[in-house]
């Protein structure tokens, strides 16, 4: 890559180490030149250091430190190139003197200055404040003299060599110093020569182990044998220290393998996080990695708190999750492929350190030879009986029989098989869980609720008081009768005191006793009927006050914005009250078209048919129980589809915080009957239906 392609933004990256580097030496180390002895002694430092086995680091350190000592110069820097081709500063001292980090467009000129002495290839000596002024051209910006030399192996500049003198150093002792900068570079090439063999013996073992890799995996047919060469080829391949491969099948990801392991308890918690990450993989589309270091990608916060979790129970210092694709490129910026269903992922692990991007990458171009791999082994086991078929292949005289005779055996045998080994029967069916103990509480009359005392999820007891209604022509009709009740009293009352003024001895008063008496009857048997009456209004006040059942607690949601100050109308149901710490039960709807095999089961047996469930909130526990009670009539449903009833007693010991009304999946069993009629009975009942009738 050329420098200028180089953005702004890199070429603040490249000075951010010089402004944040402390100077290693200052400006008294510069002094007098050194003598010939002295530079004799320096060039054989040189080519100790350079033939010596440390690393480059500290060879960059050490090789800058001696020539600026020997050169008599204020400062210097040591530039390599990155693999994307840009410039990175290696080591410097006094980088500040060249007063660089002050102003951007210096930096970027000197940028351009560097990398036209790299690609020359030859020495350079540069005034200061020199070139030429265009934005985009290399150039001396500094107020101090700049030696450049590049350190060329195999025709090619390894780094580049900078030298800082002062404005006001001779032109003698620049010549002197450029050659002497020369010969520093020509010695210091056999360490670069040593790195580059190093890391071409680096890439040729990765080449090697990558060669086993393909050769280990590839042509294997059975998924679990494939996948098992896979992890444990990827560990050595990528020297790491566990290497996990999960599989897409029926649109979840499951671990199939893991390096160093023939046997894993895929309920282990440590598996489950690995599977969850693998699926995490999956569903963003890239590669999760984590080492440890700023150059990881940021991820999704989700994502990330999984890996955090991972990380810190397993103690992992470096993570990586490659999705597997068929015939994706290894190059991440390439579409192609990236819209192909994802085979699995390919799981990467390192617990005693940490590795570095290299690590990533050979990982990345191991992870399409990986997939090519899983691939066939994948299609293959779809194959319904597809291992059956590979073992009676390797029965040598099944191969010389026609192949009519032997689909004929095959068909045979099937057909036995089915017919004759036996298996568990089951009716499936829907529902949902309930207490035993349930009572809906209804409105007796027509009224307004105008007291609410019962709320959700509160305990009451039996006849506790749980709403008060009022009828208004209730309240009309009581009060009418009492008004007739009164006048009928007056009523009785004068006609008493007529009877005694009659029976004081008035003329004419001989008839009138029997006629008061027989009033005196006639009001009084009134009296009697407006009474009867009025007991029976009090009566009904006294049922507007509706009390509780049973003991247990109110279960319907939201009751006081369903009933407070609401009317409502006689029979509608006004909550519900249910013993929750009493038995519970299953109330299931089964298909009538299935209630034959329940019906025939109850004959058959002498017991209660069991039923086996699980609740839609908790899945992963099955519950027990037993048919108590069957509706003898089916009910049709708006879609024409009839359902018979049936109530089963669960077994309270697995119920730890059961709740009403949640939606059950049952299974009812039916006793044993054989494999092929469990598994074809859908079938041929759904032909008799459309064959026979």
């Given at each position: 890559?050329?420098?200028?392609?180089?953005?702004?933004?890199?070429?603040?990256?490249?000075?951010?180490?010089v402004?944040?580097?402390?100077?290693?030496?200052?400006?008294?180390?510069?002094?007098?030149a050194?003598?010939?002895?002295?530079?004799?002694?320096?060039?054989?430092?040189?080519?100790?250091?350079?033939?010596?086995?440390?690393?480059?680091?500290?060879?960059?350190?050490?090789?800058?430190?001696?020539?600026?000592?020997a050169?008599?110069?204020?400062?210097?820097?040591?530039?390599?190139?990155?693999?994307?081709?840009?410039?990175?500063?290696?080591?410097?001292?006094?980088?500040?003197?060249?007063?660089?980090?002050?102003?951007?467009e210096?930096?970027?000129r000197?940028?351009?200055?560097?990398?036209?002495?790299?690609?020359?290839?030859?020495?350079?000596?540069?005034a200061?404040?020199?070139?030429?002024?265009e934005?985009?051209?290399?150039?001396?910006?500094?107020?101090?003299?700049?030696?450049?030399?590049?350190?060329?192996?195999?025709?090619?500049?390894?780094?580049?060599?900078?030298?800082?003198?002062?404005?006001?150093?001779?032109?003698?002792?620049?010549r002197?110093?450029?050659?002497?900068?020369?010969?520093?570079?020509?010695?210091?090439?056999?360490h670069y020569r040593?790195?580059?063999?190093?890391?071409?013996?680096?890439?040729?073992?990765?080449?090697?182990r990558?060669?086993?890799?393909?050769?280990?995996?590839?042509?294997?047919?059975?998924?679990?044998?494939?996948?098992t060469?896979?992890?444990?080829?990827?560990?050595?391949?990528?020297?790491?220290?566990?290497?996990?491969?999960?599989?897409?099948?029926?649109?979840?990801?499951?671990?199939?393998?893991?390096?160093?392991?023939?046997?894993?308890?895929?309920?282990?918690?440590?598996?489950?996080?690995?599977?969850?990450?693998?699926?995490?993989?999956?569903?963003?589309?890239?590669?999760?990695?984590?080492?440890?270091?700023?150059?990881?990608?940021?991820?999704?916060?989700?994502?990330?708190?999984?890996?955090?979790?991972?990380?810190?129970?397993?103690?992992?210092?470096?993570?990586?999750?490659?999705?597997?694709?068929?015939?994706?490129?290894?190059?991440?910026?390439?579409?192609?492929?990236?819209?192909?269903?994802?085979?699995?992922?390919?799981?990467?692990?390192?617990?005693?350190?940490?590795?570095?991007?290299?690590?990533?990458?050979?990982?990345?171009?191991?992870?399409?030879?990986?997939?090519?791999?899983?691939?066939?082994?994948?299609?293959?086991?779809?194959?319904?009986?597809?291992?059956?078929?590979?073992?009676?292949?390797?029965?040598?005289?099944?191969?010389?029989?026609?192949?009519?005779?032997?689909?004929?055996?095959?068909?045979?045998?099937?057909?036995?098989?089915?017919?004759?080994?036996?298996?568990?029967?089951?009716?499936?069916?829907?529902?949902?869980?309930?207490?035993q103990?349930?009572?809906?509480?209804?409105?007796?009359?027509?009224?307004?609720v105008?007291e609410?005392?019962?709320?959700?999820?509160?305990?009451?007891?039996?006849?506790?008081?749980?709403?008060?209604?009022?009828?208004?022509?209730?309240?009309?009709?009581f009060?009418?009768?009492?008004?007739?009740?009164?006048?009928?009293?007056?009523?009785?009352?004068?006609?008493?005191?007529?009877?005694?003024?009659?029976?004081?001895?008035r003329?004419?008063?001989?008839?009138?006793?029997?006629?008061?008496?027989?009033?005196?009857?006639?009001?009084?048997?009134?009296?009697?009927?407006?009474?009867?009456?009025?007991?029976?209004?009090?009566?009904?006040?006294?049922?507007?006050?509706?009390?509780?059942?049973?003991?247990?607690?109110?279960?319907?949601?939201?009751?006081?914005?369903?009933?407070e100050?609401?009317?409502?109308?006689?029979?509608?149901v006004?909550?519900?009250?249910?013993?929750?710490?009493?038995?519970?039960?299953?109330?299931?709807?089964?298909?009538?078209?299935?209630?034959?095999?329940?019906?025939?089961?109850?004959?058959?047996?002498?017991?209660?048919?069991?039923?086996?469930?699980?609740?839609?909130?908790?899945?992963?526990?099955?519950?027990?129980?037993?048919?108590?009670?069957?509706?003898?009539?089916?009910?049709?449903?708006?879609?024409?589809?009839?359902?018979?009833?049936?109530?089963?007693?669960?077994?309270?010991?697995?119920?730890?915080a059961?709740?009403?009304?949640?939606?059950?999946k049952?299974?009812?069993?039916?006793?044993?009957?054989?494999?092929?009629?469990?598994?074809l009975h859908?079938?041929?009942?759904?032909?008799?239906?459309?064959?026979?009738?």
């Amino acid at each position: 890559m050329q420098i200028h392609n180089v953005k702004q933004s890199r070429v603040d990256a490249l000075y951010l180490g010089v402004v944040m580097t402390p100077d290693s030496l200052s400006r008294k180390n510069a002094g007098a030149a050194p003598s010939w002895r002295e530079i004799e002694a320096f060039l054989e430092e040189i080519a100790s250091l350079a033939e010596s086995e440390i690393a480059s680091p500290q060879f960059h350190a050490e090789l800058l430190d001696r020539a600026v000592r020997a050169l008599g110069a204020l400062g210097g820097a040591v530039w390599t190139r990155t693999s994307q081709g840009l410039l990175h500063l290696e080591h410097q001292i006094n980088f500040r003197e060249t007063r660089l980090p002050e102003s951007r467009e210096d930096q970027l000129r000197h940028a351009y200055l560097l990398d036209e002495a790299m690609r020359g290839g030859a020495a350079k000596t540069i005034a200061p404040q020199s070139g030429p002024a265009e934005r985009e051209a290399g150039a001396n910006p500094s107020p101090l003299w700049l030696v450049l030399t590049p350190v060329m192996v195999e025709g090619e500049a390894a780094a580049l060599l900078e030298i800082f003198h002062g404005p006001a150093t001779a032109a003698d002792e620049l010549r002197e110093s450029g050659r002497l900068l020369g010969e520093v570079a020509g010695l210091a090439a056999d360490h670069y020569r040593r790195v580059q063999f190093c890391r071409l013996r680096d890439e040729q073992t990765a080449w090697r182990r990558m060669e086993r890799f393909l050769r280990e995996t590839t042509g294997r047919m059975e998924l679990a044998d494939t996948a098992t060469a896979t992890a444990n080829e990827a560990r050595v391949a990528l020297d790491c220290d566990r290497v996990s491969v999960a599989v897409v099948r029926h649109g979840r990801c499951r671990m199939q393998s893991i390096s160093g392991v023939d046997w894993f308890d895929r309920r282990a918690n440590e598996v489950r996080r690995l599977e969850r990450l693998a699926e995490a993989a999956l569903a963003s589309g890239a590669a999760i990695w984590s080492s440890g270091s700023e150059e990881d990608v940021s991820l999704a916060p989700q994502i990330e708190e999984m890996l955090q979790a991972h990380l810190d129970d397993s103690a992992c210092r470096t993570f990586g999750a490659f999705p597997l694709r068929v015939g994706e490129s290894s190059n991440a910026d390439d579409p192609i492929h990236h819209d192909d269903p994802p085979l699995g992922v390919l799981i990467v692990e390192h617990f005693s350190s940490r590795l570095d991007e290299e690590a990533r990458h050979r990982a990345e171009l191991l992870a399409p030879h990986a997939a090519a791999a899983l691939a066939p082994a994948l299609e293959l086991d779809r194959i319904p009986l597809a291992g059956l078929w590979r073992r009676m292949g390797s029965v040598a005289w099944l191969r010389t029989l026609p192949k009519w005779a032997v689909a004929a055996a095959v068909a045979a045998l099937v057909i036995a098989a089915l017919a004759t080994i036996p298996a568990d029967f089951a009716v499936e069916a829907s529902g949902q869980l309930q207490p035993q103990l349930r009572r809906h509480v209804f409105a007796p009359s027509d009224g307004v609720v105008v007291e609410l005392l019962a709320k959700h999820d509160r305990r009451v007891r039996r006849d506790e008081p749980l709403a008060v209604l009022r009828d208004p022509k209730l309240d009309f009709e009581f009060r009418r009768i009492e008004g007739e009740i009164q006048t009928a009293q007056k009523r009785l009352s004068a006609i008493e005191s007529l009877r005694l003024e009659d029976s004081a001895g008035r003329d004419g008063a001989e008839d009138r006793p029997r006629r008061w008496t027989a009033e005196k009857e006639e009001v009084e048997e009134a009296l009697g009927g407006l009474r009867a009456q009025r007991d029976v209004l009090r009566q009904r006040q006294a049922s507007l006050t509706i009390r509780s059942p049973l003991d247990g607690v109110v279960i319907t949601w939201d009751v006081e914005r369903r009933l407070e100050s609401r009317p409502v109308s006689r029979g509608q149901v006004l909550m519900t009250v249910a013993d929750l710490q009493g038995p519970w039960v299953v109330e299931l709807e089964v298909p009538d078209r299935r209630m034959g095999h329940v019906a025939e089961a109850r004959r058959a047996s002498e017991n209660p048919l069991e039923v086996s469930f699980v609740c839609e909130a908790d899945p992963a526990v099955v519950h027990r129980g037993r048919i108590v009670e069957v509706s003898l009539t089916a009910d049709a449903r708006a879609d024409d589809q009839a359902q018979s009833r049936i109530v089963a007693l669960a077994d309270g010991k697995t119920l730890l915080a059961p709740r009403p009304g949640t939606v059950v999946k049952a299974k009812i069993h039916c006793g044993r009957r054989s494999v092929g009629y469990v598994w074809l009975h859908g079938l041929w009942e759904a032909a008799q239906r459309g064959l026979w009738f």
